[in-house]
């Protein structure tokens, strides 16, 4: 924003147009901005001096500057959305600005502006025919996705009535849906799956959101996804991993009976052979290994090398765990493929 100030002060002295006369106190301002630096707050208070001048207002029109755009492609508009000055969007609109304008990366004032969180601000756009579906390019957000990141339901509602397309993935294969699961934000996975949102979408990782809120220990969130009738056994890509098998190799204990009562498969195995008792194992879970052997968890599974879990608790030298286990009455016969 500082930045644009400073190309229209060297604007205002080069076009020296003869009706605009730049009083001392916005000539100071432009001045000042030109080579200051504060917050946030502070930018904004000075981007609302300035552009809601009289003086400066003239100009704007009279200079056509409202899409004026510096070496990184940021113009008024964009500059005023990202710092909520609602009064400055308003101006600049009326006077002409494209209200689509894209930066360098492909950010419109509808995207800064829901990054940023001004719900005011949103809504002007969208009243001026802001594109709710455009995305920026570094990321390939939309602004529903960070409407979603910051958990604000206002902005959410009014992009998905302006026509906002619900399942739009970013470049990580991320939904608006799968961020809001992320970020715990309850209220607006509700809303965005009120207006169709996919409840088994998978990211490119494979994760959806049962693995969202299984990794992050979201006990209402996962219960929210497996009524609305999300996936329970999806697995990720890279691993084969399921959320009961993240739950259980982060001793999220709840998490784990809601997705067994809920109908998780207690021993699918990821792309290693590794099941949700073999994690438990491996990760020092014995409370975790008792619920899945209650569950009817294989007390006799084998890895690939043909090790059984007991084997496998007794090399790891996991005293807790191999009592748990011989409390389940396992075959001590097994042996793995070296026959031991």
Same mark, same amino acid.
């Given at each position: ?43 904004? %208070? ?24 510096? /070496? ?14 609602? /009064? ?55 602004? +529903? ?13 009014? +992009? ?77 890509? =890279? ?45 020092? %879970? ?6 899945? +052997? ?9 890895? =690939? ?34 026959? =031991?």
């Amino acid at each position: 924003m500082l930045l644009v100030f400073g190309n229209l002060t060297s604007m205002v002295h080069d076009f020296g147009l003869p009706k605009i006369q730049i009083p001392e106190n916005v000539q100071a301002i432009l001045s000042f901005s030109k080579a200051w630096y504060g917050t946030r707050e502070e930018v904004r %208070q000075v981007a609302a001096q300035v552009l809601n001048h009289p003086v400066m207002q003239q100009f704007i029109v009279a200079t056509r500057a409202v899409d004026l755009q510096n /070496a990184n492609g940021t113009s008024l508009l964009l500059s005023s959305a990202s710092g909520g000055v609602v /009064a400055s969007v308003r101006l600049l609109l009326a006077a002409g600005a494209y209200v689509n304008l894209r930066d360098e990366n492909g950010w419109t004032a509808l995207i800064w502006a829901a990054c940023k969180n001004h719900s005011d601000v949103v809504k002007v756009l969208l009243e001026a025919g802001a594109d709710p579906n455009i995305e920026n390019w570094n990321y390939g957000h939309a602004a +529903l996705v960070w409407a979603a990141y910051n958990g604000n339901p206002t902005i959410v509602q009014d +992009l998905l009535n302006a026509g906002a397309e619900v399942d739009h993935r970013n470049k990580e294969g991320n939904t608006a849906f799968l961020v809001a699961v992320r970020q715990n934000h309850l209220d607006i996975a509700r809303i965005l799956f009120n207006h169709g949102a996919y409840i088994s979408a998978q990211n490119n990782e494979g994760a959806n959101a049962l693995i969202q809120a299984a990794k992050r220990n979201n006990l209402d969130m996962l219960r929210f996804t497996i009524q609305s009738g999300g996936s329970l056994n999806a697995k990720t890509t =890279k691993y084969g991993d399921t959320a009961l098998m993240w739950a259980t190799s982060r001793g999220y204990l709840e998490v784990m009976r809601e997705l067994l009562a809920s109908g998780a498969e207690v021993d699918l195995a990821n792309l290693d052979g590794y099941t949700a008792l073999s994690m438990s194992i491996i990760q020092n %879970q014995p409370e975790a290994a008792r619920i899945l +052997l209650a569950f009817g968890a294989d007390i006799n599974q084998r890895a =690939k090398d043909g090790d059984s879990v007991l084997m496998e608790a007794v090399n790891l030298g996991r005293q807790d765990m191999v009592e748990v286990l011989l409390e389940h009455c396992p075959d001590m016969s097994v042996e793995n493929i070296n026959r =031991k």
